[in-house]
């Protein structure tokens, strides 16, 4: 199990610590923050981005194909899901992540395709796709002593 503790900080500004990584995160000057860090949004992309990227390079080395290097561009937007061509939902708005990626390396044309194949399956992906249900729970802080 993975655990992110997350602590506000003045205005929007908030410190993430993932074990002993610490990340600032914040909303652009736009929306109210001081743009200190990326938003929340950008950090889900990340997120799948990085995952993207890690399980192509584990799949072309266990393969020992020639992968250079991976990019992977996205982007993140609100859609009205009848617009959505793919789509199962119909009414109301739904978020649509976009995910370019780009791949270097003397790969022949059916490793390019099959790469592509196993990026659907990065575990970020499959639980974005996935029916996700969180659990919540709140509490006062102890007070001061």
């Known amino acids: 199990m993975s655990e992110v503790v997350?602590?506000?900080?003045?205005?929007?500004?908030?410190?993430?610590w993932a074990g002993r990584h610490n990340l600032t995160v914040d909303e652009?000057?736009?929306?109210?923050?001081?743009?200190?860090?990326p938003n929340p949004y950008e950090l889900l992309l990340a997120a799948l981005g990085a995952c993207t990227s890690m399980?192509?390079?584990l799949y072309a080395r266990r393969k020992d194909w020639p992968l250079e290097q991976v990019e992977?561009?996205?982007t993140h937007s609100r859609v009205h899901a009848r617009d959505c061509a793919d789509c199962e939902e119909t009414d109301g708005y739904l978020d649509l992540i976009g995910k370019e990626i780009?791949?270097?390396?003397?790969?022949?044309d059916e490793q390019v395709t099959r790469?592509?194949?196993?990026?659907?399956?990065?575990?970020?992906?499959?639980?974005?796709?996935?029916?996700?249900?969180?659990?919540?729970?709140?509490?006062?802080?102890?007070a001061p002593q």
């Open 6 to 16: 997350v602590y506000s900080e003045e205005g929007l500004q908030q410190q993430a």
């Open 28 to 37: 652009p000057t736009d929306a109210g923050g001081a743009d200190a860090g």
């Open 55 to 57: 399980t192509l390079r």
């Open 72 to 74: 992977v561009r996205l």
């Open 102 to 108: 780009v791949v270097a390396g003397a790969l022949s």
């Open 115 to 142: 790469l592509g194949e196993i990026a659907e399956k990065c575990p970020v992906n499959r639980t974005l796709e996935a029916s996700v249900k969180t659990r919540q729970e709140i509490r006062r802080a102890p």
